[in-house]
Nanobody, 126 residues
């Protein structure tokens, strides 16, 4: 089990930017995949971006391509999600996740043995 601590999030107007951070427990960081899921009220949780901590391979959902950037700092065991050009439809609870599996680099849907962060709210007003 990977321990994850999220930070960031908050409220912003449409067109604004926010950055989320997710720090993973040192002993488990290694060669895994980390990413972000989001869940709006009444909707299912969906993966939006992920990165393989070893290779740096990234994945983005179509809805966030060109606006969100995921990156990693292996020295700090931390993954970041830079969100720009935010829109009201981006409003959701965002959850950091860590997963493994030989195909986890292809995206959050392929994560196995998932560990979750506590979640952070992102609210975008029009």
């Amino acid at each position: 089990q990977v321990q994850l601590v999220e930070s960031g999030g908050g409220s912003v107007q449409a067109g604004g930017s926010l950055r989320l951070s997710c720090a993973a427990s040192r002993y488990a960081y290694g060669n895994i995949c980390m990413g972000w899921f989001r869940q709006a009220p009444g909707k299912e949780r969906k993966g939006v971006a992920s990165i393989h901590t070893g290779s740096g391979i990234t994945y983005y959902a179509d809805s966030v391509k060109g606006r969100f950037t995921i990156s990693r700092d292996n020295a700090k065991n931390t993954v970041y999600l830079q969100m720009s050009s935010l829109q009201p439809e981006d409003t959701a609870m965002y959850y950091c996740a860590a997963g493994s599996g030989t195909r986890c680099y292809t995206g959050p849907a392929q994560f196995e043995r998932i560990s979750w962060g506590q979640g952070t709210q992102v609210t975008v007003s029009s």
